[in-house]
Every structure is written in structure tokens, then in C-alpha cells.
């Protein structure tokens, strides 16, 4: 399939080629004379007629004039005036007027009206046709749509070469012309199809395209006969009266649309009344002013090279709404495009007023309607765009409000991240310091009896606090201050201090801190919500740790724990990503210091032990980021991970730790991460109420596995639990301490028994139940390595 489109298109694309350089050097090479002789009795070949825009009538010739020669040939030897009884594809002519004779010679050849004119709405087809070729869905009826426009395309270019009286022109433009509506009624038929899934009858479709077909054929035929200008004038009948039916049928199929489906207000009755309208703009003007009068009174009102601009606007405007999914949004567009027209007729009005009494000895009214008519198309359409080109070139002419509008896009962003006033300060404030380059600024939370300011830059937050209470910090002449919110609980305001410039903010940028309050407005609510939400779940959680209670809140305690974890990850991050790095960028400095400067030793002494108080600091931090977040739990296991992190503590403990695996800890390897997770806090806290409240000279711990459960055992040699208990905490306090570590077992459904020996120390037993694995084989063998 795809190898025969890609035959299909070269053979187009080659076809298309030689057609575009035949028929451009056609209009490159020949000027455009617009003469039509006819022979008289006397065997005299005379002008019957002078196209207005053909060069003849601008070299003086008059009707009347005889022709001697063209291109020193006799008339009657000249291929065009043997074909067509016109003068084209010529360069020199010899006239005789009332005896004398003179000769015409074309030196220019460039004629707008047949030259440029056609090439740039070929030009028009072929950008569209490729834009829906490349940026559109592939659906049959846009393949369609496509076919309108290369059609479009192959007319226009055929224009050139068919008014200087080459034959592929004249072939092209005749059967092109008779096929236009057909593939327009296709288009139509696939197109309620597609999108209603209307099945219409086709049976014209096998008419017409046969009927195309044997246009094209008729043309190529008469055309070697010696009659040519006889069966060409009854061929460009047939042409315009084929036009004319298949745009009758177009609009028969839509009067039958209207009336199945157009009457019951949806979408689709919508569409149809737009496409109609669309019709008749398209084609009405080149049949009633152009094809009708050409063959009822033999000539045309007005030139179809002119009407011809019209039919580009229904295929267009579909094009447009297909690719920006506004198909079904054609009422709202339809009424813009309308008003655009309206507040585009009074200036075209004007204009081609204007235009008309400066060239009123020269200008046509061909010219005239033209220049109104594109004048009302162009101001209309520029002002239907005017809020897509305003986005597009923003940053081109209004540099600083797309940078403002871009931040306001990033902010407003990450507000849905902030959960904390930190966060607001690191996130937020810094982000509109940085955007409208002021030296500081601060956000203030006014309680009744306390006051909270958070601010990022260089602010002096004493000085803002006393403006508030005196009232005045409002209407101060140093700060932009706006009130963000104002409720029971606090009033909240944004305040900024003025610009590095010493200015204070414009009114764009004061309207833009008015739209940011919007934002955070909400975002500020959010937190006062989260505050007191989490005291609420922490005053809950204070309130149940007895045995009942917490098999009854098991869901509320696993969601407090993943809590937790959440954020000792985000805090590590943070520590990794900011501290650290900072360290680390410190001690490169320093180093580099000592290496390019000549220091005495003192000196040298003295930064040698900076760099090591920096590595101090730094494996504090590294050991703190690892408690926070035991990333080597995921990497090596539970045990190892143990041993390491007891290993660590052991050097700054004040007793000594053993820790003694069991035989068969293998098993608790395959226990899911979480449970590992919650061991290792277990052990953490262990180990932190030891080192504050034991006063033990020994602390052991003990892993072991049975059967179906595993077990961890916690001994010391201190004061007991006696001394202990009045320094332990809540759960809903600090976070930490025997209840939640208790609240750890209960969520593995384990147990834990404490014995207690005033003065002679604890021992904790905890039990957990194992993860019951299926007994295939592997275990015992993973189990015997």
C-alpha cells in the first residue's frame, strides 16, 4: 500500500513539475496581446476585439486595424490564428491603419492581471493543500479537501498558458473547471459521512467524474481537428454549463441536509448552514457575474479571474476550522469573521473611494470592485487574527509583558506544589523578586494576636511589621503593598519593596501583582487548611495507643507513617540538592585558594582545618540524609544496612553496641520494602531513647527468624524504664518515641513485650509475623548459599 502511494505520488509530483515549468516559461517567454482577428471578405485579417489588459490595446492598436504580419509570418501561416483566430505566442506585428503601416512590439511582458495575480492564488491552493497534507488528520475527506485545492492550484496555473493559446493550458483549465464542484460534492458527501455518520447515495459521483473525463477527451480530440475554434467556443460552453449543474447539485445536497437534520438545532444543523452560506459566497459571484452573462450575451460581467477569488473561501474557511477543531464552533466564528466585516467596510469604503477619484481617467470598475472587495477580505481577516498575531508576536514588540505573562504561567504552576510557608518563600517570593528585579519582598499573615512574614530578598521586616501597625504600611511610598485576603482567622497581604533602580513597580507590573494575589490567595487558604489539618490529625493520633483503638485506625496510622516517610525523602532530597552542593562548591573554592596563592603556614593551618570542619560537616549531613531516607535498604538488604548504620553510631555513642544477626535472617530479605523500612525506624528509635535517656554503658540488638515470624530483641544495662518515662513523648508531638514505635508493630501486626528492671536496664521483644512466600524449592536453596 504505502509502495503505491509512493508511485502515485512521484508520478503526481512529476506531472505536476512539468506542468508548472510549461506553462511559467509560457508566461516568461510571451507577453499577453488579448487579439482576436477575424478575415473579412476580402481575405483581410482585422481586429474584432481588444482585451483591456492584453498589450495590444496598450501599443495603441485599434479594432479595425488590419494585421499584415506576425513575427514576419502571414496571418493566415500563424499557428494561434489557425487554432483560435487570436494573436499570441508573438513578439513583433506588422499593422496597416488607413494606409500606413507600423509595426508593435512588445518590450514588457509582465501583465498583472493574467500573470501575477494567478500565480499568487496558486500559490494560496498550494500552501493550503500542504498544510493539510502535513498538519492535519488524515481522513479521507480531508484527503479530499486536499484534492480541492491542488485543483485550485492546476486551474490557476493553467490560466497563463490557455490565454496565450497553448493547448495543455486550455485542456487543463477546461477540465479542471468541470471538476472543481465534483470533487467539492465528494468532499461533501465523505464529510457527512465521517462526522454523522450519513450514508448518501453516490450515484452522481459515477456520473459526473465519467462526465470529466469525457470533457478532457472532447478537448483533446477537437483540438487536432481544423476546426478547432468551433468545437473549442461549444467545449467552453459545455464547460460552464457543467460548472454550473455540479454547483447545483452541491447545494441540492445541502438544501436536503437542511431539511433531514437542519431544523433540530444541533451541532450539525449548524455546520450545514455554514457550509451553504459558504457555498453560495463561493460560487454564486462566478456564475451569475462571469459564466451566465459569458453565455447569454457573450461576454462577462466581470472576469472570472476576479469572481474566481471567491471560490477559494469555502474550501479555506473549512480548512481552517478542521485544523483548529473549531468545526463545530462555526456560529462564534462565523459572527466574529461578520463583525470583523462590518468594522472592515467603512475604511474599504473610504479607501476605494479615495482610490477611485485619484485614478478615475484610468482605473476600470473591474478595479474597483477588486480593490473594494480586497480591502474589505484583508481588513476583515486582520482583525479576525488580531488576538492569535497579538500572542505570536508578543515577544517581538512587547518583550517585558510576555516575560511577565511567562512568569505568571511558571508561578501560578508551582503554587499547586506549595504546601508550607517555606515552600511559599523558596518557590514563590523568590520567583516575583527575581521576575520584577526589586530588592525584596514579603508576604504577611496578620493574626489578632500574633503576626507571621516570610520574605525573600533584601527586606526589612521590622520596618514592614510597624507600618502595619500603625496602619500606613498601605499608602507607604517605599513599599507596593496589596491585600491578598482578608477573613476571621488573618489578613494577608503581599508587599514588595521598590525596584534595584530605587523605582516604584509600574501600574502593568502592579496589575500583574494583582493577578498573581488571585492565585495566591488560594494557595495561602490551602496552607492554612494543611496546618490545621495536620494538628488536628496529630492531636487525633496522641489520642489512641492503646491496643483496641489501633487495630480499629490501622488505615489512619499506615497513612501517617507513609506521611512521614513522603517527607524525610523530600528533606533529604533538599539537603543533597542545596546544602550539600554548596559544601561542596565551598570546599573546591577553598582548595583552590590554597593551591594559587602563596600562604604562610599559619594561614595554610587555618584553611586545612576549615576543609576538614567542611568534611566534618558534610559526613553529618551524608549520615543524616541517609536516616532520613535508608536508600541502601532498596541496594543491599536489611542486615547489611544495619550493620553498617550501627557501625556508625558505635563511634559517637556513649556505650558500646553489639548487634548479632541470627542464622536464618535471610528470610527477612524477602519481606517487602516497607516492612524493612519500619524495622530500621524501630531500631532508630531504639537507639535514640538510648543515647538520651538509658545512661547504659551496653545496648544490643538481636535479628533473628523462626518459623513463621521473625523477632527483634532489645537489651541495655541502664537507669530502666522508670527514669524514661516522664521524657517520652506523644505520638501527636515530636513524632517520635515508644508509642510510635509501637504504633510500627501493631501495623505489622506484630507484638511487642517490654520488660522493665529499674536500675538495671530494659529488654524489648518485638515479634512479626513473615510474609507467607510459596514453598517451590527456590527459597530452600537461596536459603542454603
Known amino acids: 500500500m504505502k509502495k503505491k502511494g509512493f508511485i502515485f505520488g512521484a508520478v503526481f509530483l512529476s506531472f505536476f513539475l512539468f506542468a508548472q515549468i510549461w506553462t511559467f516559461t509560457l508566461v516568461v517567454k510571451y507577453p499577453y496581446w488579448g487579439i482576436e482577428l477575424e478575415q473579412n471578405s476580402s481575405r483581410e485579417w482585422r481586429i474584432k476585439s481588444l482585451n483591456e489588459d492584453g ?34 505566442q508573438a513578439r513583433h506585428l506588422l499593422i496597416q491603419r488607413d494606409g500606413q503601416e507600423m509595426e508593435a512590439t512588445v518590450k514588457s511582458r509582465a501583465v498583472p492581471l493574467f500573470d501575477y495575480i494567478p500565480l499568487f492564488e496558486e500559490a494560496i491552493c498550494l500552501i493550503i493543500a500542504g498544510m493539510i497534507r502535513f498538519k492535519m488528520p488524515r481522513y479521507k475527506s480531508t484527503q479530499l479537501l486536499m484534492l480541492v485545492f491542488l485543483c485550485g492550484a492546476f486551474v490557476y496555473m493553467s490560466l497563463g498558458a490557455s490565454v496565450r493559446g497553448d493547448y495543455i493550458g486550455k485542456a487543463l483549465i477546461g477540465s479542471l473547471t468541470a471538476l472543481l464542484p465534483i470533487l467539492f460534492l465528494h468532499f461533501l458527501l465523505v464529510f457527512f459521512e465521517e462526522k454523522s455518520n450519513i450514508r448518501l447515495s453516490k450515484l452522481m459521483l459515477k456520473i459526473a467524474y465519467p462526465g470529466v473525463c469525457a470533457i478532457l477527451l472532447f478537448q483533446i480530440v477537437t483540438m487536432l481537428s481544423p476546426q478547432t475554434i468551433l468545437f473549442y467556443q ?24 437542511y431539511v433531514r437534520h437542519g431544523r433540530d438545532g444541533s451541532s450539525l444543523s449548524t455546520v450545514i448552514k455554514f457550509i451553504g452560506m459558504s457555498l453560495l459566497v463561493s460560487f454564486l459571484p462566478i456564475i451569475c457575474l462571469s459564466f451566465v452573462p459569458a453565455m447569454t450575451i457573450g461576454y462577462s460581467l466581470i472576469d472570472a479571474i476576479y469572481t474566481s477569488l471567491f471560490m477559494l473561501f469555502f474550501p479555506a474557511s473549512f480548512a481552517y476550522l478542521i485544523a483548529s477543531d473549531q468545526l463545530y464552533d462555526i456560529g462564534l466564528v462565523v459572527r466574529r469573521f461578520l463583525f470583523g466585516c462590518l468594522l472592515a467596510l467603512v475604511p474599504a469604503s473610504l479607501f476605494t473611494g479615495l482610490y477611485s477619484a485619484i485614478f478615475f481617467r484610468t482605473v476600470g470598475k473591474e478595479e474597483i470592485i477588486f480593490v473594494f472587495l480586497g480591502s474589505i477580505l484583508m481588513l476583515s481577516t486582520m482583525l479576525y487574527s488580531t488576538e492569535y498575531l497579538t500572542t505570536r508576536l508578543e515577544p517581538v514588540f512587547f518583550p517585558r509583558k510576555n ?14 506544589t506549595v504546601s508550607t510557608m517555606r515552600e511559599m518563600k523558596d518557590i514563590f517570593l523568590a ?14 499573615c496578620q493574626y489578632p494576636d500574633s503576626m507571621e512574614i516570610i520574605g525573600a530578598g533584601e527586606v526589612n521586616i521590622e520596618e514592614m511589621e510597624a507600618l502595619l501597625e500603625e496602619g500606613v504600611l ?29 523605582v516604584l513597580l509600574s501600574r502593568e507590573e502592579q496589575q500583574w501583582l494583582g493577578l498573581i494575589t488571585s492565585y495566591l490567595e488560594v494557595s495561602l487558604e490551602n496552607i492554612h487548611l494543611i496546618r490545621t489539618l495536620t494538628n488536628k490529625l ?49 570546599k573546591r573554592r577553598l582548595s583552590t585558594l590554597m593551591e594559587k596563592y602563596a600562604l604562610n603556614q599559619e594561614d595554610k593551618e ?31 538488604g536489611l542486615v547489611p544496612t544495619l550493620r553498617q548504620y550501627l557501625d556508625k553510631e558505635a563511634y559517637t555513642a556513649p556505650f558500646d553496641i553489639h548487634f548479632e544477626p541470627g542464622s536464618n535472617t535471610g528470610r527477612v ?25 538509658s545512661h547504659a554503658s551496653r545496648v544490643s540488638f538481636r535479628l533473628g527468624a523462626a518459623p513463621r515470624e521473625f523477632q527483634l530483641i532489645y537489651e541495655d544495662d541502664g537507669v530502666g524504664m522508670q527514669s524514661m518515662g516522664s521524657h517520652l513523648p506523644e505520638i501527636g508531638g515530636s513524632g517520635t518515641g515508644m508509642e510510635q514505635m509501637k504504633g510500627r508493630v501493631l501495623l505489622l501486626r506484630g507484638s511487642m513485650e517490654l520488660r522493665n528492671k529499674p536500675g538495671s536496664g530494659i529488654k524489648i521483644s518485638i515479634s512479626i509475623p513473615m510474609r507467607e512466600v510459596p514453598d517451590n524449592g527456590l527459597n530452600h536453596q537461596s536459603t542454603g548459599r
Not at 516575560?403 to 499547586?416: A, D, G, H, P, Y
Not at 489512641?544 to 525523602?569: C, G, H, I, P
Request: with cysteine.
Open 55 to 88: 498589450n495590444g490595446i496598450k501599443l495603441g492598436l485599434k479594432v479595425g486595424d488590419q494585421v499584415l504580419e506576425i513575427d514576419h509570418m502571414e496571418p493566415h501561416l500563424y499557428h494561434t490564428v489557425q487554432d483560435w483566430s487570436n494573436v499570441e
Open 234 to 257: 461549444f467545449s467552453k460552453i459545455l464547460i460552464q454549463l457543467f460548472f454550473i449543474i455540479g454547483s447545483l447539485c452541491n447545494l441540492a445536497l445541502l438544501s436536503y441536509m
Open 403 to 416: 516575560m511577565l505573562n511567562t512568569s505568571l504561567r511558571k508561578i501560578s504552576k508551582n503554587l499547586s
Open 431 to 444: 520567583d516575583i523578586v527575581q521576575t520584577l528585579e526589586v530588592q525584596g519582598g514579603a508576604i504577611i
Open 474 to 502: 498601605l499608602s507607604s511610598p517605599h513599599y507596593t503593598c496589596l491585600e491578598i485576603s482578608r477573613t476571621e482567622e488573618a489578613t494577608n497581604y503581599l508587599v514588595m519593596t521598590r525596584k534595584r533602580t530605587n
Open 538 to 586: 496529630q492531636d487525633l493520633s496522641s489520642r489512641f495507643s492503646d491496643d483496641t483503638s489501633a487495630a480499629e485506625f490501622q488505615w489512619f496510622r499506615k497513612v501517617m507513617f507513609e506521611l512521614q516517610e513522603e517527607e524525610r525523602v523530600r528533606i533529604a532530597s533538599d539537603l543533597h540538592d542545596t546544602t550539600m552542593q554548596d559544601l561542596f562548591f565551598l
Open 606 to 636: 587555618h584553611l586545612d582545618n576549615m576543609l576538614k570542619f567542611v568534611d566534618l560537616i558534610n559526613a553529618g549531613l551524608r549520615q543524616s540524609c541517609f536516616e532520613l531516607n535508608p536508600h541502601l535498604l532498596r541496594e543491599i
Open 669 to 693: 530479605e524477602q519481606e517487602p520494602l516497607s516492612t524493612k523500612r519500619h524495622l530500621l525506624r524501630i531500631i532508630q528509635e531504639l537507639l535514640n531513647n538510648a543515647r538520651k535517656h
